[in-house]
């Protein structure tokens, strides 16, 4: 146990150090991850991992789409309902049939049900492969948004498919009209269990005293709390943790209203999905050499074969399936039409973004190693093997690519919506502005009397001018342009001399750690504002 436990600390350590080289190379992470997840299984003397399916099921997947659900805009995610739903229902089983019916014909053995079961892993994209490859390009609000409201969703219905398939298998009896009537039902409660248990989550964050700490633990608690619930009544998990995740997140500004809660929380919850993601290419990595070897009569050539097959096939009908969606709705309806045009650029990043991640891989791994009577899970090490191909050929060539496709085609802004400096300069001018109208109207006398809070009206007041500044140095010529950049570069220079500062005062042992730290915490806000306010 403690050889494991240190070989994948190990392991761990050298996939973190890749992932560095990835942001040093600006390649997506997670196409080192798939790729680690490979060179791992060539390390001679790696031992075989053998971890229960539904383990790997529980641990990996609540927190994953939970996360998912948090950082999905609502009002975003209901403003292209139906792109998203088309993509995330229609794509997902137009998907997983053909995916079922086409193995089924060329893989010996393989059933229907195995076919639908293979459909449901490899079916959903990864928003988290797709974000991390479009980040700092300019890539439409739209098409952002469809894919990461994709990706949340179709993870729930993939899943679902996947569960009904396995049942199919397990029990040997499958009935579309049953399965139908099943799926609603199941769909359904689970999204009534979402709903009550966030629900209740939120009354405990928002009345009860709790700590930054135990905020951020209840977080983690949450998606297995509202997973493990739902699943208890026989009701869909994954659409409970989905529903949870989206309506805590839309109550967050009541939830959690403090700085230190919000800054706490967010440093946990990056750095286990980052933990997760890597942990679950390990995984495979580690299982790997045992899959290839338990692949049965099928050669290591037809795994590959089969794999590549599967690939092509997913990737050529998210096109088939994306263009349709995007213009006839539009031909048939004339609200739609009122819409701005998607054109062909915006369905072709969409159409190319469809990289599998995380997801299909936990799906994967999920199988059952066993059938209830006690005999081995039919072609349980060809599907992994096939799920891995089709995870590495999607996110290294569509990963690798889809930056160069983004810069030839020159994508443009579709919708009438502010660039993203002018939104965050009109926030913050709008939030200062009724800050400095509170405290004039309802403290007019204690502002003249009371030192600090004069110096907080005039702090605001500043901050007015220079978000002001900032809004007018976004239409303003190159000239002007040059003293700003050089304000900034002068404050990041004052705000790293200051962290030197703290630097001496901690080694000169006067202040109380605590109280240095929190200065910190301070000048890295202001210097994240100051970094954000970069006018490029």
């Known amino acids: 146990m403690h050889h494991t436990l240190l070989l994948i600390l190990g392991l761990l350590f050298l996939v973190i150090l890749l992932v560095m080289l990835a942001q040093r190379m600006r390649i997506a992470y997670p196409i080192f991850l798939v790729i680690a997840g490979l060179g791992i299984s060539f390390i001679p003397g790696v031992p075989l991992l053998h971890l229960e399916p539904e383990l790997i099921f529980l641990i990996f997947l609540p927190p994953l789409l939970y996360e998912a659900a948090w950082y999905t805009s609502w009002n975003d995610f209901w403003k292209w309902k139906r792109p998203i739903a088309l993509l995330a229902f229609g794509l997902v089983f137009f998907t997983s049939t053909i995916v079922a019916y086409t193995s089924t014909a060329l893989i010996p053995g393989f059933t229907l049900a195995l076919g639908f079961l293979l459909g449901g892993i490899v079916s959903p994209p990864d928003a988290i492969a797709a974000a991390t490859v479009m980040r700092g390009m300019d890539v439409p609000k739209r098409v952002m948004t469809i894919l990461e409201g994709e990706s949340l969703i179709n993870d729930a219905s993939s899943l679902i498919v996947f569960r009904f398939a396995l049942l199919a298998i397990t029990t040997g009896t499958f009935s579309l009209q049953q399965a139908t009537g099943q799926f609603f039902l199941v769909a359904g409660m689970g999204i009534v269990v979402g709903l009550v248990g966030a629900n209740i989550m939120y009354l405990i964050h928002r009345f009860l005293p709790t700590t930054p700490a135990i905020d951020a633990a209840f977080t983690v608690m949450t998606p297995y709390i509202l997973f493990l619930s739902a699943e208890q ?187 993203e400096d002018e939104q ?113």
Request: glycine share 8%.
């Open 424 to 536: 965050q300069m009109g926030i913050e001018l709008r939030l200062n502005k009724a800050a400095l109208q509170y405290i004039e109207e309802k403290y007019p006398v204690d502002v003249l009397s009371n030192d600090l809070l004069g110096f907080f009206k005039s702090n605001l007041e500043s901050e007015i001018f220079n978000a002001e500044q900032c809004l007018f140095s976004l239409s303003c010529d190159q000239s002007e342009k040059h003293e700003i950049d050089l304000y900034h570069k002068i404050l990041g220079e004052v705000y790293a001399l200051q962290r030197r500062e703290l630097f001496q005062l901690r080694r000169e042992k006067f202040f109380s750690d605590e109280e240095i730290r929190k200065a910190e915490l301070q000048l890295d806000l202001n210097d994240l504002k100051v970094n954000r306010l970069v006018v490029h």
């Open 233 to 419: 009544f026989h009701f869909s998990g994954v659409m409970a943790v989905v529903t949870g995740g989206l309506f805590m997140s839309y109550r967050a500004h009541e939830v959690f209203q403090t700085g230190s809660t919000r800054v706490n929380m967010l440093g946990v919850w990056n750095t286990m999905i980052f933990v997760m993601n890597a942990l679950v290419f390990i995984l495979i990595g580690l299982a790997l050499p045992g899959i290839v070897e338990g692949l049965g009569h099928n050669s290591l050539l037809d795994g590959i074969k089969y794999g590549l097959l599967v690939s092509g096939i997913v990737i050529a009908l998210r096109f088939i399936w994306v263009y349709p969606a995007a213009h006839i709705p539009r031909w048939l309806s004339s609200k739609i039409r009122q819409e701005p045009n998607p054109g062909w650029k915006g369905p072709l990043i969409i159409s190319w973004a469809g990289m599998r991640g995380v997801v299909s891989l936990a799906t994967a791994l999920s199988i059952p190693l066993l059938m209830p009577d006690g005999a081995a899970f039919p072609q349980r090490n060809l599907i992994l093997f096939i799920t891995f191909v089709v995870i590495f050929v999607t996110l290294v060539f569509q990963g690798l690519t889809l930056p160069f496709v983004i810069r030839l085609i020159k994508l443009e802004e579709m919708d009438n919506i502010a660039p």
